[in-house]
């Protein structure tokens, strides 16, 4: 799963995301968007997601993020938290929780599903997904259909 832990000199910057997903068989789908901001990660299909607001849960984030990026309301009793990854960038560390979720209704009109199968897992999405989101999905996939992360 995600890696160590920070230098205490790195600025830590928390972030929420949600993952949302549907299963067929042994194929596993995850929902995605176009990023639009102008960051690094413009134009790669991206999980919503954000910063954490002081006062917030890493939860409660993820729910507002969606409701902001998406424009729909979803159930804090659907989540599953699934595990914290990190993102050493130049003096800081992007911490990433990361929180699954169902497929709700009107996903498929606002983003795309990502097909991902056992033999490949992420990997044919090289180049139009974020580097560390090809370990939060081959880690879901593993933790889906082999109870491991």
Do not use: C
Request: aromatic share 10%; no cysteine.
């Amino acid at each position: 799963m995600g890696s160590a832990l920070p230098e205490k000199s790195m600025r830590i910057i928390p972030v929420a995301l949600a993952l949302f997903h549907r299963q067929s068989g042994e194929t596993l789908e995850v929902w995605t968007q176009v990023r639009t901001d102008d960051g690094i990660f413009h134009g790669l299909l991206e999980f919503p997601g954000g910063g954490i607001e002081s006062g917030e849960t890493p939860l409660l984030a993820s729910i507002r993020e969606v409701k902001e990026e998406v424009g729909i309301d979803i159930s804090a009793s659907d989540a599953k938290f699934l595990g914290t990854y990190s993102r050493m960038l130049t003096g800081k560390t992007v911490l990433l929780y990361l929180f699954l979720f169902p497929e709700y209704p009107g996903l498929s009109e606002k983003g795309q599903w990502l097909r991902i199968e056992k033999e490949k897992l992420s990997s044919p999405y090289q180049g139009q997904i974020p580097g560390p989101n090809h370990q939060m999905i081959d880690d879901l996939y593993r933790y889906l259909y082999d109870g491991r992360l």
